[in-house]
């Protein structure tokens, strides 16, 4: 199957996730190394995986919960392919746990969690590119700085220079041999 976006694909099987009784969950991405776009996406089942239980350095970091992580393997795999389009390139349908269809376990599409991870992740984009103009003309600044601290040494140097000989003639017109 093809889609136009990654929110497409998403919308699609977080659908079929709740007709067919379970929650979707975003996983894994590959991102460009280039301009860090969004190149591949799991999606898949909320029971996936194991849950590994959070610990601080003094203990517990929150009451223990019982695990809803059953290692479940179902998931579709998305890849934005030359064409413009994402494809699905892997589809695993078989799931390890009963399957459940009722409102209160399926979650919304693009739920509140969902809007403000994508709105800070191109925050954080922003912030980025900003902060990369920001090092450019710090560099550039530095440079004109070092170019500035060149010049001062060598106009120090002449001075210092023209004073010693200024010095030395001013000794012999004092002191004649």
């Given amino acids: ?10 919308i699609f099987y977080d659908k079929y996730a709740r007709q067919v009784g379970f929650v979707m969950r975003v996983m894994s991405c590959r ?30 970091v929150r009451k223990p ?9 179902a998931m579709i795999h998305v890849k934005y ?13 078989e799931h390890n746990h009963p399957l459940v269809v009722s409102p209160r376990e399926a979650r919304q599409t693009m739920d509140e969690k969902d809007k403000q ?3 800070l992740t191109t925050e954080l984009r922003n912030k980025k590119r ?4 920001y090092q450019e003309q710090l560099a550039a600044f530095m440079n004109i700085v070092e ?6 040494s060598r106009k120090v140097q002449n001075v210092v220079t023209n004073l010693k000989e200024f010095e030395s003639l001013e000794q012999e017109l004092l002191h004649p041999r």
């Fill in 117 to 119: 991870i994508q709105e």
């Fill in 130 to 133: 900003l902060c990369l103009t």
């Fill in 147 to 152: 170019e500035h601290t060149d010049q001062l």
């Fill in 1 to 10: 199957m093809e889609f136009e976006s990654e929110d497409a694909a998403k």
């Fill in 31 to 60: 991102r460009s190394e280039k301009d860090g776009r969004i190149l591949a996406r799991r999606l898949g089942c909320n029971k996936e995986g194991y849950c590994v239980s959070i610990r601080g350095k003094f203990g517990a």
């Fill in 81 to 93: 392919d030359k064409s413009g389009k994402w494809v699905i390139t892997k589809f695993v349908k």
């Fill in 65 to 73: 919960r019982p695990s809803t992580r059953e290692g479940c393997k």
